[in-house]
């Protein structure tokens, strides 16, 4: 005996997919991006809709504008930074040398040394 409301030999999405099922697509226009790398993308836009002036290249990433000739340019990849080297951005060997002597004095003054 077959269990629940299932109908058998039906699937979901099965039957008749026609313009009558669905209703009308809308109008739209396809718009072409072009990246760096030479990659070129097609995107189907709306008619009314609004088209962005970038789009990302789904080959490689790279952002890719509207001109052929002149794609936008890779953006420029900071190299890791460490910790230290974010703090010697914002002071000098003199500073870390004053504060390390503050911090060495508070704990000597702690020991009672």
């Not at 109008?27 to 030479?38: A, D, E, F, K, Q």
Request: charged share 30%; aromatic share 6%; net charge neutral.
């Amino acid at each position: 005996m077959a269990g629940g409301n299932a109908i058998r030999g039906t699937r979901v999405g099965a039957g008749p997919m026609g313009e009558a099922e669905r209703g009308e697509a809308a109008p739209r226009h396809r718009v072409g991006y072009w990246c760096s790398s030479g990659h070129e993308t097609r995107v189907a836009f709306a008619t009314d809709a609004e088209i962005p002036e970038s789009w990302d290249c789904p080959r490689c990433g790279l952002p890719a504008g509207q001109d052929p000739q002149a794609p936008p340019p890779a953006p420029r990849t900071e190299p890791y930074k460490t910790h230290l080297a974010y703090v010697r951005e914002r002071r000098s060997d003199a500073d870390g040398d004053a504060l390390l002597e503050e911090a060495l004095a508070k704990l000597r003054a702690r020991r009672g040394a």
